[in-house]
């Protein structure tokens, strides 16, 4: 099977879904190929979904209570995690209402993609998979997540965002372009290789390769 984008992400992440044949996955410096998903959360990578899950039942601030505690290892302290909370979904410009609500139940596509990244932000892992987070988003949606992406980069971490749609780049300042054609790059660029795609589409290197 060739692999795509999110297929990439999923089998990085060790989705049970997939079954990896060969090669191996290394992260700072250890191979993390056969751990199981929370090991390698706990290891401190993130991913964001397409298609975030609706989980009926369990709060926002629970659920993010709940996993920051599984991947520091350190009791959260309740009043301050939820000044947190309420700080960074004012940022995002969420109603800080919804952090008692149902993950993502009766939630907007566009709250959704700004849970993510309130997740990512709250649990500050080392390196951030974003897949598709800016898909069905609006003009202003894209910005407030792409405000929400520089909040959280610095230089101990890593993000890679994976988009058909460069949009999500013009506010963002990014330091590698990557096309991935047939489960392969074929391509290596900067900012302006972004700009390069938004003006004249893919064409050019599906004839090429």
């Known amino acids: 099977m060739v692999l795509g984008k999110t297929t990439t992400a999923n089998a990085i992440l060790n989705n049970p879904l997939y079954t990896k044949k060969s090669g191996e996955i290394k992260f700072d410096g250890e191979d993390i190929t056969n751990l199981k998903t929370d090991e390698i959360a706990r290891k401190g990578i993130f991913m964001s979904f397409q298609l975030p899950e609706e989980i009926p039942g369990i709060s926002v601030a ?12 350190k009791p959260v302290k309740i009043f301050e995690f939820k000044d947190e909370l309420k700080k960074y979904m004012l940022d995002l410009n969420m109603n800080p209402k919804y952090i008692e609500r149902s993950l993502n139940v009766g939630f907007s596509g566009g709250e959704k993609k700004k849970n993510e990244i ?45 988009t058909h749609n460069t949009k999500i ?8 372009v990557h096309v991935l054609v047939d489960g392969k790059i074929v391509t290596t660029g900067t900012q302006e290789l972004a700009k390069e795609i938004e003006d004249n589409g893919y064409a050019r290197f599906k004839i090429e390769n």
């Open 62 to 73: 629970n659920f993010l209570k709940y996993a920051k505690n599984k991947i520091t290892g």
């Open 118 to 162: 309130l997740q990512m932000l709250v649990l500050n892992p080392k390196l951030a998979i974003l897949d598709e987070t800016d898909s069905g988003l609006d003009v202003d949606a894209i910005k407030t997540v792409s405000k929400g992406i520089e909040m959280f980069k610095n230089d101990e971490n890593a993000v890679l965002i994976i």
């Open 169 to 176: 780049l013009r506010s963002l300042k990014v330091d590698y």
